[in-house]
């Protein structure tokens, strides 16, 4: 059973536009939410995280936006790069273990 | 940063045989190391967590003995995978944990059982 659960499967954006995924959980013990990029053949790598009690942060091109009384959250890709193109997968942080989403694949053309 | 160095990064077996995986954590001493198989265009599937100096925790469905894991000191773990089959044939991620801010993967191992 899937207890984040992450849309859209793939998704495809132009150069210099908006990517964005939504994850959806149900379990309000998850303390931290991160997302992770993953490139093919590779192993995820951090892009950003936040906690329950914040609901946006943003790095650079990359923003979360956190709802929890909707048990929401997403990832906002601002100014999609080719660079940008990989999978990326929500998590939620429960008693030492990352619960993942399914992922999204992102393709950014030029 | 952490840094986590997973080797191999591929390796083809024959069916039968044994294929241990490392997992080291390069600049940090990591309590609890997890590992991972992924299919492709799937997402991560925790196998196991193993801490340092006692037993690995295995996920329901996962076959302790068939996937061996060994966690022998603060910066490396092992994953062995016994008498290896077709279907073992996955990528294989470890990661190492300072902390729920402190997931670093490793770079996969991609493993074909021929």
């Known amino acids: 059973q899937q207890q984040v659960k992450q849309s859209p499967q793939s998704l495809i954006v132009q150069k210099g536009g908006i990517s964005i995924i939504n994850c959806a959980y149900e379990?309000?013990?998850?303390?931290?939410f991160p997302w992770y990029q993953q490139f093919p053949g590779k192993g995820p790598a951090l892009l950003i995280a936040?906690?329950?009690?914040?609901s946006e942060k943003k790095e650079g091109r990359f923003t979360i936006s956190f709802n929890k009384s909707a048990k929401q959250f997403s990832l906002h890709i601002m100014d999609s790069q080719p660079g940008d193109s990989a999978t990326y997968f929500c998590a939620a942080y429960l008693w030492g273990k990352l619960q993942f989403g399914a992922g999204t694949q992102v393709v950014v053309t030029p | 940063g952490a840094v986590v160095s997973q080797h191999p990064s591929r390796v083809i077996c024959k069916s039968g045989t044994s294929v241990k995986i490392e997992c080291r954590s390069l600049?940090?001493?990591?309590?609890?190391m997890f590992w991972y198989r992924q299919f492709p265009k799937q997402s991560l599937m925790l196998m196991a967590t193993?801490?340092?100096?006692?037993?690995?925790?295995?996920e329901q469905g996962v076959e302790k003995d068939k996937f061996l894991i060994n966690h022998a000191s603060l910066t490396l773990s092992t994953l062995t995978v016994t008498s290896a089959h077709p279907e073992d044939s996955s990528f294989y991620i470890c990661?190492?944990?300072?902390?729920?801010?402190?997931?670093?993967f490793g770079s996969g191992t991609r493993l074909t059982v021929v």
């Open positions: 379990n309000t013990a998850f303390d931290y």
């Open positions: 193993s801490n340092e100096g006692s037993k690995a925790t295995y």
């Open positions: 936040i906690r329950p009690d914040v």
């Open positions: 990661s190492a944990s300072k902390g729920e801010d402190g997931y670093t």
């Open positions: 600049d940090f001493q990591a309590t609890t």
